[in-house]
């Protein structure tokens, strides 16, 4: 997607969004249970949103600006691992607000007829997997292919580090995830609509694969940073391995926090959603870093 | 890596520069020289490298405002310039290897 053309493509998705968001009725349940008026929540949904668009555009203008740079040094030894990077970084910022509409057209699914609930429930869990997956698996492929270039391995203490966080956040979700399934007021089948093998391995499995490969991605772009040579463009490569070290990290712990919502739901709702949105306002300051160095990365090129 | 036939001058310069835009300098030079000198990078002889030099200065106040950076890059680049042709040899005209003399501290 050249220039102007993924600005197109986010104005289009905000509409859809918006567009459905005023045209699907709210839930009357929801209503009810909160004691709202229909226009109330709408205009509760309108104070979501809002951040939710900026935190997306701000993705798109990181896009915008890496697919820039990206198709500049294409030709490149260092330019194809780049490319994959920069494709990754395209599904993650693309499944954003592809997702959320998914969501909201599932929602109104569930709304209008209720036994399309377990169906919508299981495409919804699957399409919040699916996104970020791809995405990281292209750019664990880029960041690997960045340190084969420098021909750098990982240094032992770093293998230590990673494998003992790999553990401590395995093994806790699995922990979220299997405590809720055994506990008294709910179990597994309400949540994920599916038994807990299928829960297991298609779910759990996948995120905390994905997870692990977003940290060593996330490494990888600090491993090749610090054996770039180049005053000027090691400062602007910086810049942008930060970002999208900060848009990795973040990723990873907000769907951390979001799939053990349910598990967690005796804690203050609003304080895990001010966690959630201090999250995506540092994924969006990520997504700056990386059309920040970007641009001058990009300049060093044009010159 | 930019296709450029053998020239040693070429290689210095580039290998100035790739201590302040690593990988993207050969990319860099390569650019200047067929844009501001319209030559192909592979002929850039002695007597190009003022006029080279002084188009590198320019394009590198547009990528940063380290005047301190730029005065210590171009005054490695006129090394390059005042360095006498070494014995001759069969291989042709030969030229010193430049390496900076005084490292760079940023203030």
Do not use: C
Not at chain 1, 199 to 223: D, K, N, Q, S
């Amino acid at each position: 997607m050249r220039g102007r053309k993924i600005y197109y493509v986010y104005a289009a998705l905000v509409v859809i969004y918006l567009g459905l968001m005023f045209l699907i009725p709210p839930d009357p349940a929801v209503l009810k249970r909160y004691g709202l008026s229909a226009t109330a929540s709408r205009w509760l949904n309108v104070s979501v949103a809002v951040p939710l668009m900026a935190i997306w555009l701000a993705a798109f203008y990181g896009y915008a600006k890496l697919r820039s740079y990206s198709r500049l040094i294409r030709s490149s030894p260092e330019g194809r691992a780049v490319v994959t990077i920069t494709n990754g970084v395209m599904i993650l910022v693309l499944g954003l607000p592809l997702a959320a509409i998914l969501r909201q057209i599932l929602k109104y699914a569930a709304q209008l007829d209720n036994s399309l609930m377990a169906a919508t429930t299981i495409i919804s869990n699957y399409a919040n997997l699916i996104f970020p997956l791809v995405a990281f698996i292209l750019i664990s492929a880029g960041t690997r292919s960045l340190i084969e270039i420098k021909k750098q391995r990982f240094p032992r203490y770093a293998s230590h580090a990673l494998i003992a966080i790999f553990a401590v956040i395995s093994v806790g979700y699995s922990y979220f995830v299997l405590h809720y399934a055994f506990s008294d007021d709910a179990n597994v089948d309400s949540v994920y609509k599916m038994p807990l093998w299928l829960v297991l391995m298609t779910l759990v499995v996948p995120y905390i694969y994905m997870w692990f490969i977003g940290f060593i991605a996330a490494y990888e772009m600090y491993l090749y940073n610090s054996a770039i040579k180049g005053i000027l463009y090691r400062k602007s490569w910086s810049v942008l391995s930060a970002g999208l070290g900060v848009v990795i990290i973040t990723q990873v712990v907000v769907q951390y926090l979001t799939t053990i919502t349910p598990q967690l739901n005796r804690l203050s709702i609003t304080a895990i959603l001010l966690v959630v949105y201090a999250l995506l306002l540092l994924m969006s300051v990520g997504y700056i870093l990386v059309a920040y160095g970007a641009k001058k990365l990009q300049k060093i090129e044009e010159v | 890596m930019v296709a450029v036939a053998s020239n040693q001058l070429y290689d210095q310069v580039v290998d100035v520069t790739r201590e302040y835009l690593g990988p993207a300098a050969d990319r860099f030079i390569a650019r200047q020289i067929t844009n501001h000198l319209q030559i192909a990078p592979e002929d850039l002889a002695n007597a190009d490298l003022r006029k080279l030099i002084d188009w590198l200065k320019l394009s590198m106040a547009f990528l940063t405002n380290d005047e301190l950076l730029i005065e210590r890059y171009i005054s490695e680049l006129k090394t390059i310039a005042r360095i006498k042709p070494a014995r001759k040899s069969s291989g042709g005209t030969r030229y010193k290897p430049v390496r900076s003399a005084v490292p760079y501290i940023k203030k």
